[in-house]
C-alpha cells in the first residue's frame, strides 16, 4: 500500500513539474521580443504581404509574423480577430508566415495558405488553419493531405492549388517573409510590428494597448 502512494505521489509531482515546463513554454513564446539595430529603419510590409484588413489613409500598420502550428499563435488568434473587429478602419492589418522548424507541419501549412492565396483566398484559409490547428498540429509527419482536403471544402479550383504547391516559388514565397522576419530580429512567434516597430508582449493585453496608443497617438 505504502508503496502505490509513494508511486501516485511521484506520478502527480512529475505532472506537475511538466505542466510548469509547459506553462513557461508558452509565455517565452509570446513573450520573446525581436530585437532590431539601433537606430535602423524597419521594413515590416512588402508590396506582396497578405493584408486581412486596410484602414484609410492615416491607418496605423500593424504586421504579425506567425506559424499557423504555433499554440501561441492559435491563443492569440480570437484576440487578434477581436481587435481587427474593433480597430476596422484604423489599422491596416498585415500577416507574414514565419515558420517554425520544430512545428512538423508550420511549413506545409504556409503553403496551404500561400496557394489559397493565389487563388485571393488567402483569408479563407488562414481562419481554416486557426480554426483546426488542433486537428493537425504538433504531429509527427507533414500532413499535406490535410491541407489539400481544406482547400476542397474552400471550393478552390485544386488543379492550381496542386501546381502552387508544387511550385518551388511558392515555397520561396514563405521563405522569403520568414528571412525578413529573421532580419528584423524575429525569433518566436506571434512576433507583432507597429508603425514598423516591435510590439513588447508580457501580458495578453499588451498589443491592444499598443494598438490603442498607436491609434490615439
Not at 65 to 88: H, M, N, S
Not at 103 to 118: D, F, G, P, R, Y
Amino acid at each position: 500500500m505504502r508503496t502505490s502512494v509513494k508511486a501516485t505521489l511521484i506520478a502527480i509531482a512529475v505532472a506537475i513539474v511538466l505542466l510548469i515546463v509547459g506553462i513557461v513554454f508558452a509565455i517565452n513564446q509570446r513573450a520573446a521580443t525581436p530585437e532590431p539595430q539601433a537606430g535602423e529603419k524597419l521594413q515590416t510590409v512588402r508590396a506582396d504581404s497578405h493584408v486581412l484588413d486596410q484602414g484609410g489613409a492615416d491607418a496605423v500598420t500593424v504586421v504579425e509574423f506567425l506559424d499557423f502550428e504555433c499554440e501561441a499563435c492559435g491563443a492569440f488568434y480570437p484576440i487578434v480577430e477581436e481587435l481587427r473587429e474593433t480597430y476596422a478602419g484604423d489599422i491596416t492589418y498585415v500577416v507574414r508566415y514565419f515558420p517554425l522548424p520544430g512545428h512538423i507541419n508550420s511549413t506545409q501549412a504556409a503553403l496551404a495558405a500561400e496557394a489559397a492565396a493565389q487563388q485571393d483566398r488567402f483569408e479563407d484559409m488562414y481562419h481554416r488553419l486557426f480554426e483546426t490547428q488542433a486537428q493537425w498540429g504538433e504531429g509527427s509527419e507533414e500532413t499535406p493531405a490535410v491541407f489539400r482536403a481544406f482547400a476542397e471544402d474552400l471550393g478552390l479550383d485544386m488543379a492550381a492549388y496542386d501546381a502552387a504547391i508544387a511550385d518551388p516559388a511558392t515555397l520561396q514565397r514563405v521563405e522569403s517573409d520568414k528571412a525578413d522576419g529573421e532580419k528584423l530580429g524575429v525569433s518566436s512567434t506571434p512576433s507583432f510590428f507597429i508603425d514598423g516597430e516591435p510590439v513588447v508582449l508580457q501580458e495578453w493585453g499588451d498589443l491592444e494597448q499598443a494598438i490603442e496608443k498607436a491609434v490615439n497617438g
